[in-house]
C-alpha cells in the first residue's frame, strides 16, 4: 500500500506540473482568445482571474489600461494559491508592463486597490503600477514576491502589507508621487508594512521618494520587517500643491524610515539603508518600544534628526547601531550598544569624505536586471579615515574592515553584484549572496575559465557565501545563459 501510494502522488505531481498554463497577453488581447502566443493574446484581467498554481503569465511591453467608472472599484484580484514549487508568475521578460487604472487625479474609492494580493506564492516581475484609487497593490497573502516593480501616482500608499500579509519580499522596487486624497497625503507611504502584517516581511534594493507620507512606514506592527540596501528620500514634501474647495490640506509626516510605532514591539533591522532630504527624520523609532538594529547606514540632510531613536524601549530591548554615518545632523539615542559609528569619539564625518552628496544622482536610472546604479553617491573616498574603520557585524567588506556606511570601496573598481538579463518563465534574481529562480530549474554554474562549480537539476535558491570573487556563467535550463559577478 505504500508503494502504490507513492505511485499515485508522483502520477499526481505530474499532473498537476502537467496542467501548468502560459498566458501571453497584451494591452489588445482579448478575453476569448487562448493565450498561447502574443498574436492570441488573452486579456491581461482574464487571464488573472485564470490564474492557478505554476501558471505564468507573460505580458507584452506596453500600457494595460483598466477601465475606469467614477465612484467604483476596478481592482485586479491576485487570489489564486499557488506553492513554493508552483508559483504563479506575472512577468514583462522584454520591458515594463504598465497597469494604469485610471483614477483621476483628486479622487479615490475607499479598498479600490490596484492589485489586491490575497493569494499566495505570486511573482511580480518588471510590472508599473499607476493612478489604483487606493494602495497600488495591498498583499494580505503570503509568500509573494515583488521584484523590479514601480508603484506611483497612486492614491494612499504604493505597496501596503497588512491584514495578515507575510514573507512578502520585495526586491529592486521603486515608489514614487503616491498621495492619498482623503487625508492630504498622511496615508500614503511609498512602502508600508504595517498594522496587523504577519512576519518574513522584506525589502531589498528599493527607492522610495516624494510620497505624501514617509518612504517606510512599519506603523503598528509587533513583526519585524528586514530592510537592505534600501533608500528613503524626500518625503512628506508637498510637491502637489492642491487647494481649492473640498480638498484637505497637506499634512505628511516626512520621514525616511518609520520603524514602528503605537507602542508596538518591533525588532525592524535596516542594514546598508540610505535616508535623506526628508523634513522629519530620517530614521525613526516613533514609539516603538522594540529595539531596532542599524548597520552601515548613512543619513543625511534630514529635518529634525539624522537618527531619531531616543525614546523609551520595553524592559530587555536594546537598540544596536554599528558602522552607521550621519553627515553633518543629529543622532538621538535612548538604550542603544553604540559601536564605531561616525558621532562617536574616535570618529567624524563631513561631506568631504564622500566622492559626492549629489543627492540628484539617488535617481539614476537602474541597471537592466534592477538593480540600482553604482554611482559615487555616498561613496567614500580613498582618503577617508572612514574607510575600513567598522567593526564586523556580519555584512559583506571587501578589505581588512568594514568602511562606515552603506558602501563598500571595491579594488579595481570590480562591477557590482548581479545578473545581466532575465528569464520569462523562471526569472532569475541576485541578492544577499543568493541566487533565486521564482520555480525549480535546472541550473549549471561555471567559472570563466569554464570549472562546472556547481549543478542541480531542480534548483529554486543558489547559496553563493563563501564563493570565492570573480565572473561565474549561470546556464539555466541548458539554454539560457547570463553573467554572474561575486564581488
Given at each position: 500500500m505504500k508503494k502504490l501510494y507513492s505511485t499515485l502522488l508522483g502520477l499526481l505531481v505530474g499532473l498537476a506540473s502537467a496542467s501548468a498554463a502560459t498566458y501571453y497577453i497584451t494591452p489588445e488581447g482579448s478575453a476569448s482568445n487562448d493565450g498561447s502566443s502574443y498574436s492570441k493574446a488573452k486579456a491581461l484581467v482574464t487571464a488573472m482571474d485564470k490564474a492557478a498554481a505554476g501558471d505564468s503569465l507573460i505580458l507584452q511591453p506596453g500600457t494595460y489600461t483598466i477601465t475606469y467608472k467614477a465612484a467604483a472599484k476596478n481592482t485586479i484580484?491576485?487570489?489564486?494559491?499557488?506553492?513554493?514549487?508552483?508559483?504563479i508568475t506575472v512577468c514583462c521578460p522584454d520591458g515594463m508592463a504598465t497597469l494604469d487604472f485610471s483614477f483621476p487625479e483628486l479622487t479615490y474609492v475607499q479598498n479600490s486597490y490596484g492589485l489586491s494580493v490575497t493569494g499566495s506564492y505570486w511573482y511580480f516581475k518588471n510590472l508599473v503600477i499607476t493612478h489604483a484609487g487606493y494602495q497600488g497593490a495591498y498583499v494580505t497573502g503570503g509568500y509573494n514576491t515583488f521584484e523590479h516593480c514601480v508603484f506611483f501616482d497612486n492614491r494612499n500608499s504604493g505597496l501596503e502589507i497588512n491584514k495578515g500579509g507575510n514573507h512578502t519580499t520585495v526586491v529592486?522596487?521603486?515608489?514614487?508621487?503616491?498621495?492619498?486624497?482623503?487625508?492630504g497625503g498622511s496615508m500614503a507611504d511609498g512602502f508600508a508594512p504595517k498594522q496587523t502584517q504577519g512576519a518574513g516581511n522584506n525589502f531589498h534594493g528599493c527607492r522610495s521618494w516624494n510620497n505624501g507620507d514617509d518612504g517606510y512606514d512599519c506603523f503598528d506592527s509587533p513583526e519585524a520587517v528586514t530592510f537592505d540596501s534600501c533608500w528613503a528620500f524626500c518625503n512628506g514634501i508637498d510637491i502637489w500643491h492642491y487647494s481649492g474647495d473640498g480638498v484637505v490640506a497637506f499634512a505628511g509626516n516626512g520621514n525616511g524610515f518609520k520603524l514602528g510605532g503605537n507602542a508596538a514591539q518591533a525588532n525592524n533591522v535596516a542594514t546598508r539603508c540610505v535616508a535623506f532630504g526628508n523634513p522629519t527624520k530620517g530614521f525613526d523609532q516613533n514609539n516603538n518600544t522594540g529595539g531596532i538594529t542599524l548597520y552601515n547606514c548613512v543619513a543625511y540632510a534630514n529635518g529634525t534628526y539624522d537618527y531619531a531613536l531616543g525614546g523609551s524601549l520595553n524592559s530587555g530591548q536594546q537598540h544596536?547601531?554599528?558602522?552607521?554615518?550621519?553627515?553633518?545632523g543629529k543622532a538621538d539615542f535612548g538604550s542603544a550598544d553604540e559601536d564605531h559609528n561616525s558621532w562617536d569619539k574616535n570618529f567624524s564625518a563631513s561631506k568631504s569624505d564622500f566622492q559626492s552628496v549629489d543627492t540628484s544622482l539617488a535617481r539614476t536610472a537602474r541597471n537592466v536586471d534592477g538593480s540600482l546604479a553604482d554611482t559615487k553617491l555616498?561613496?567614500?573616498?580613498?582618503?577617508?579615515?572612514?574607510?575600513?574603520?567598522?567593526?564586523?557585524?556580519?555584512?559583506?567588506?571587501?578589505?581588512?574592515?568594514?568602511?562606515?556606511?552603506?558602501?563598500?570601496?571595491?579594488?579595481?573598481?570590480?562591477?557590482?553584484?548581479?545578473?545581466?538579463?532575465?528569464?520569462?518563465?523562471?526569472?532569475?534574481?541576485?541578492y544577499d549572496?543568493?541566487?533565486?529562480?521564482?520555480?525549480?530549474?535546472?541550473?549549471?554554474?561555471?567559472?570563466?575559465?569554464?570549472?562546472?562549480v556547481y549543478q542541480n537539476k531542480a534548483a529554486s535558491v543558489v547559496d553563493c557565501s563563501g564563493w570565492a570573487a570573480g565572473i561565474y556563467i549561470v546556464v539555466v535550463n541548458g539554454s539560457a545563459s547570463y553573467k554572474m559577478v561575486v564581488r
Open positions: 484580484a491576485c487570489a489564486a494559491v499557488g506553492t513554493a514549487s508552483k508559483r529592486n522596487c521603486d515608489a514614487y508621487r503616491n498621495y492619498d486624497p482623503k487625508k544596536i547601531i554599528k558602522n552607521c554615518v550621519s553627515i553633518g555616498f561613496r567614500l573616498k580613498t582618503t577617508s579615515k572612514l574607510v575600513n574603520a567598522g567593526t564586523d557585524v556580519g555584512l559583506d567588506y571587501a578589505e581588512s574592515a568594514p568602511e562606515l556606511g552603506a558602501f563598500e570601496l571595491i579594488p579595481d573598481a570590480a562591477p557590482s553584484t548581479g545578473v545581466d538579463a532575465v528569464v520569462a518563465v523562471a526569472p532569475v534574481s541576485f549572496h543568493q541566487l533565486r529562480l521564482s520555480v525549480p530549474s535546472e541550473v549549471t554554474i561555471s567559472k570563466a575559465s569554464g570549472v562546472v
